[in-house]
């Protein structure tokens, strides 16, 4: 028990100064290189902080415990729209573009929906496959329209046109090594510490005796989301709020087509306990559309919808259980 804690304290320590170096790494380059920070947000750092949750559910998977995989991406896909985005309004209340991100969101529902279409049942060698298809075609679709658009300006400027403004950077020459050493030191480094914090979270599960899906769930999925939580907290406080949905919509997009497809591929198993294709996924695909609604209807996450997304995932837990 004693061990457990201060792995988990030591985890948390080490997160928190890691992910906000991590931030203002990724601000930087998105800055730099005139790339919305949304596609910085659900590409760079989604796929960084969705990185605990591959490892833990690849290894689980891979160990047969499908059920502990599985539940780690449900109750990371719901931790991430109630405990970060909850606490990051709370915090601070975030506006959102709703224009800008009427793309991102409309693809994290579709991944986040295919996922629980797809694990009812139990995760299959065919299923991840589909998954890992869908998330290699949006990411070769995303980079696409991005370099598109990037030269498309250029060709602009080239012909003299007033109205392409010419970005910052063009002037700045080659990106800062600053930034790159601290964009590898954040990811690297919000991986390892989260691995301490899962690791204390595991050992606490054992000695209260839980079972592998709920503790994925719960212990585990909010063990894994604390990157997101402190990423969404570090940029909250530099004003970058559209890092944070970004953050948050990439993170739920990775964490159902690429982990989901790891887990697939590589455990290929039912599952054992049958509320995780229930009340479980019933549950994540709820929170996903209360979230939805919150930023279509009012253009931002106020204060009090912060606070209802933090009481809904407490509220949550007692229909996860086994």
């Known amino acids: 028990m004693a061990a457990g804690i201060i792995l988990c304290v030591v985890g948390l320590s080490v997160l928190a100064y890691v992910s906000d170096k991590f931030v203002e790494a990724a601000g930087s380059i998105a ?26 559910s690849g290894v689980a998977a891979a160990s047969g415990d499908s059920d502990l995989g599985i539940g780690n991406v449900i109750g990371s896909n719901v931790a991430n729209v109630t405990l970060v985005l909850g ?31 797809l694990v009812q049942g139990g995760l299959h060698f065919l299923d991840g496959i589909i998954l890992l298809g869908v998330l290699a075609g949006l990411l070769a679709g995303l980079f696409g329209t991005e370099w598109d658009k990037l030269f498309r300006r250029g060709q ?27 964009l590898i030191i954040g990811i690297v480094g919000t991986i390892g510490s989260a691995q ?15 079972g592998s899906g ?31 949905i970004g953050n948050i919509l990439g993170s739920n997009i990775f964490n159902s087509l690429a982990v989901g497809g790891l887990v697939g591929v590589i455990g290929a198993t039912d599952l054992q306990d049958a509320k ?47």
């Open 156 to 182: 602009q400027r080239e012909a003299g046109s007033p109205d392409v403004p010419v970005p910052a950077s063009a002037s700045r020459g080659s990106l800062p090594r600053r930034d790159i050493f601290w």
């Open 276 to 322: 995780l294709a229930g009340a479980a996924t019933v549950v994540m695909v709820i929170c996903m559309l209360v979230m939805t609604l919150f930023v279509f209807t009012r253009g931002r996450v106020s204060r009090i919808e912060g606070a209802f997304l933090l009481a809904a995932w407490f509220v949550a837990l007692p229909f996860t259980l086994p």
């Open 196 to 210: 301490l914090l899962v690791e204390g979270a595991q050992r606490l599960a054992e000695a209260l005796d839980l």
């Open 214 to 244: 709920f503790v994925g769930l719960t212990l585990v999925a909010a063990g894994t989301s604390l990157p997101e939580l402190v990423t969404a907290a570090a940029a909250s406080r530099r004003g970058m709020n559209e890092l944070i």
């Open 31 to 56: 800055k730099h290189y005139s790339i919305s920070p949304v596609i910085i947000g659900a590409v760079i750092v989604g796929f960084g902080t969705s990185a605990p949750e591959m490892a833990v």
């Open 87 to 117: 606490a990051a309004a709370l915090f601070a209340p975030v506006p959102i573009r709703r224009a800008l991100l009427k793309r991102e969101l409309i693809i994290a529902i579709g991944a986040v929906g295919l996922f629980a279409l």
